[in-house]
């Protein structure tokens, strides 16, 4: 009856009436994220406004794939013939491998879709690369940038260039469409996170004697 008090809202709806300035801050953040991802999407198709430099961005696409680190560094192992070669060889495969694990784990818990722009025409994709989130390529950019910073002599110019290919291989992940800027930020953090976990695990003829035993 018009007398009767008003039922009160479910506490969902009120939720949904009531956004905490958490929710509201993250949906904002979530916004502007994607819409900053679309603008710098200049190389996503042919059409883009960088689209003739596509090519070239896929090029670097594929120096940041998983598949020919990995194989890259197997090969190295086996061809080499030093003892200290072969530690930081193995010890290189060891986080190649614990990066594309991690990041297919988080991307099939997450499964955050890829940018609606993007194309899938990627080199050698798996089930879980249809998701966004992190970015593998940024994770492996970072994790291989410190660990050939930190195990590898180099001249001051050439560790420059390290660290601009991990920039550039990061960068293009957003303007070929690939990812989201978030993709790419959490993908840097992780990589440089997971190094840490390499050094504490680092592999040694006195703590992995098995595996050297085979080389």
């Not at 958490?22 to 689209?51: F, M, P, Q, T």
């Not at 680092?202 to 085979?214: D, I, Q, V």
Request: charged share 15%; aromatic share 8%.
């Amino acid at each position: 009856s018009s007398g009767a008090a008003a039922a009160p809202l479910p506490e969902e709806d009120c939720m949904k009436l009531n956004p905490s300035f958490v929710g509201i801050a993250l949906s904002s953040l979530l916004a502007i994220d994607l819409w900053a991802s679309k603008r710098l999407g200049v190389c996503a198709g042919e059409g883009s406004a960088w689209g003739s430099a596509r090519p070239l961005m896929k090029v670097i696409e594929v120096s940041g794939h998983g598949i020919p680190w990995v194989l890259g560094t197997f090969y190295g192992l086996c061809q080499s013939d030093s003892s200290a070669a072969r530690e930081v060889l193995l010890n290189l495969l060891f986080a190649l491998l614990l990066d594309l694990v991690m990041v297919a784990v988080v991307k099939g818990l997450v499964k955050r879709p890829r940018p609606t722009h993007n194309k899938m025409d990627m080199f050698v994709t798996i089930s879980v690369d249809k998701y966004s989130f992190p970015s593998g390529h940024a994770t492996r950019a970072a994790l291989v940038c410190r660990f050939v910073l930190r195990h590898l002599v180099l001249a001051v110019p050439l560790r420059v260039l390290v660290v601009l290919w991990a920039l550039i291989v990061s960068i293009s992940r957003v303007m070929l469409g690939r990812h989201n800027m978030t993709d790419v930020l959490f993908g840097l953090l992780l990589g440089y996170a997971l190094y840490g976990v390499v050094e504490h695990c680092w592999l040694s003829p006195a703590t992995a004697p098995a595996l050297f035993a085979l080389w």
